[in-house]
């Protein structure tokens, strides 16, 4: 039975592609320069290894490591929250206060060029999740994409006891 478990979360996650948004209006307010070196020390375990485990991976493709943002870091949070609390896997969430990618960056006020993310449901540790989102195309592409350079990961568990996991990426508008 757990392993049907696995299974169907798997399958879950790789139905739903990375959401991402190439270019779009930014937030009226400033970019924080406080948040460029700032570290993911607030992080959980499970939050700091994706965030290490990502960063093997870009690094093993060549790429730069991604470095920590708090604006977008407080958008995955927002996500993963709103996820687990309606026990719906999705990048928009139209029940929810913020349902969209660009409605979470106006709200953190991230002023963004490049913005993308990944979710996932059910996994039940940061290696299979980052392994989910490697096998499927679109999380893949997110991950390895050069024109990101920052991140931030949230993790929430639904009242029933599910994980659920997104990752949001970016770059801002005055970076690019």
Same mark, same amino acid.
């Given at each position: 039975?757990?392993?049907? @478990?696995?299974?169907?979360?798997?399958?879950?996650?790789?139905?739903?592609?990375?959401?991402?948004?190439?270019?779009?209006?930014?937030?009226?307010?400033?970019?924080?320069?406080?948040?460029? +070196?700032?570290?993911?020390?607030?992080?959980?375990?499970? *939050?700091? #290894?994706?965030?290490?485990?990502?960063?093997?991976?870009?690094?093993?493709? $060549?790429?730069?490591?991604?470095?920590?943002?708090? !604006?977008?870091? #407080?958008?995955?949070?927002?996500?993963?929250?709103?996820?687990?609390?309606?026990?719906?896997?999705?990048? @928009?969430?139209?029940?929810?206060?913020?349902? @969209?990618?660009? =409605?979470?960056?106006?709200?953190? &006020?991230?002023?963004? +060029? /490049?913005?993308? *993310?990944?979710?996932?449901?059910?996994?039940?540790?940061? *290696?299979?999740?980052? !392994? $989910?989102?490697?096998?499927?195309?679109?999380?893949?592409?997110?991950?390895? =994409?050069?024109?990101?350079?920052? @991140?931030?990961? $949230?993790?929430?568990? &639904?009242?029933?006891?599910?994980?659920?996991?997104?990752?949001?990426?970016? /770059? /801002?508008?005055?970076?690019?």
């Amino acid at each position: 039975m757990r392993v049907q @478990t696995f299974f169907a979360a798997f399958a879950v996650a790789l139905l739903v592609a990375g959401c991402a948004i190439p270019v779009g209006a930014p937030a009226p307010s400033p970019p924080s320069p406080a948040n460029a +070196g700032a570290s993911p020390s607030a992080y959980s375990g499970t *939050e700091a #290894r994706i965030f290490a485990l990502i960063n093997a991976e870009r690094q093993h493709q $060549g790429l730069p490591a991604l470095v920590y943002n708090s !604006q977008l870091d #407080r958008m995955a949070k927002i996500q993963a929250a709103n996820m687990a609390r309606l026990q719906k896997m999705a990048h @928009t969430l139209p029940e929810s206060q913020l349902p @969209t990618l660009g =409605d979470r960056a106006r709200f953190v &006020a991230y002023p963004f +060029g /490049r913005l993308a *993310e990944n979710v996932a449901q059910g996994y039940p540790n940061a *290696e299979t999740v980052v !392994q $989910g989102w490697m096998t499927s195309r679109g999380h893949r592409h997110n991950v390895l =994409d050069a024109g990101i350079v920052e @991140t931030g990961i $949230g993790i929430a568990r &639904a009242p029933g006891g599910g994980l659920y996991f997104c990752q949001v990426f970016g /770059r /801002r508008l005055t970076s690019l």
